[in-house]
């Protein structure tokens, strides 16, 4: 997302689970292993989904998922460079953001609904229930060179958000029972669309905007564009009712994604500002 971008408001996403990159070096490149660490959360299940599924392999990335018990150790992890990305607890990635930690989030995951769908929620219930969801993030000053393996990985993750949503309700319970290991799975409302309005929404929630703070700075901590190059690659293929509404809601600009084919915005009823 570039500073200062008009953004089309859209309607809020269900899901608060970012996936936090850093240190993204290209996977198809000599064979390297890309390490996604992932938090024993109901919200990671993307990670592992795509995992499961192939979703990775088919994006041409050697993926390593490394579990943590805690936010705090993954996102350290993540800062030492130990792993290369990570999905972690929304509302404690970006109290690290506000500390300047210099994470970015490039895609969302799931966020546990124990109170009920989040749309029938108050607003400050929803926001206490979307900082619950999971992340994914990347470090400033990355070289354009490791773009292409971020992409890749959100593409993974999209796959996975579709491979869910394919699966007939019993199958898709069934998937995430096994994730949660013999647990009971709760009810979880999945996005991929890392979705600044959301992050904003428990930014301000949370009270993290300092005085000192420019007024764009959450906005250049969420990187949209890795979404939307993703969604993008993903649409050169046949359209089907999940990317559509993924499509739908995207609040990508023409040309903001020099990566991109320009599918996003030949599609008829695209959201283009």
Excluded at 33 to 45: M, Q, T, V
Excluded at 141 to 147: C, D, L, S, V
Aim: glycine fraction near 10%; aromatic fraction near 6%.
């Amino acid at each position: 997302m570039s500073p200062g971008r008009v953004r089309r408001i859209a309607a809020p996403p269900l899901m608060a689970v970012l996936l936090l990159v850093s240190g993204v070096m290209p996977c198809r490149a000599a064979g390297k292993i890309f390490r996604l660490g992932y938090l024993d959360h109901p919200g990671s299940a993307l990670c592992r989904v795509a995992a499961t599924y192939g979703h990775f392999r088919e994006e041409g990335l050697q993926v390593k998922l490394v579990k943590f018990q805690d936010t705090a150790g993954g996102l350290a992890a993540l800062e030492a460079g130990s792993i290369d990305a990570g999905a972690f607890m929304v509302g404690e990635a970006l109290g690290q953001i506000a500390k300047g930690k210099e994470f970015r989030i490039i895609a969302g995951g799931g966020t546990p609904a124990d109170a009920g769908p989040l749309a029938n929620l108050d607003e400050s219930a929803q926001r206490e229930q979307e900082r619950r969801g999971i992340v994914v993030l990347v470090p400033a000053g990355r070289p354009a060179a490791e773009k292409g393996t971020i992409i890749g990985l959100t593409a993974a993750l999209i796959r996975a958000h579709r491979t869910l949503h394919q699966q007939p309700p019993a199958v898709r319970q069934a998937t995430l029972q096994k994730l949660a290991q013999g647990t009971v799975a709760p009810n979880i409302h999945f996005d991929p669309n890392p979705d600044y309005w959301r992050m904003l929404r428990i930014w301000q929630g949370l009270g993290l905007q300092d005085a000192a703070m420019p007024g764009d700075f959450l906005a250049n901590h969420v990187y949209e564009e890795i979404y939307c190059d993703a969604l993008d690659r993903l649409l050169m293929g046949p359209m089907d009712p999940v990317l559509h509404d993924l499509f739908s809601r995207a609040v990508c600009t023409p040309n903001c994604c020099p990566a991109n084919s320009g599918r996003l915005f030949s599609l008829q009823g695209g959201s283009t500002q």
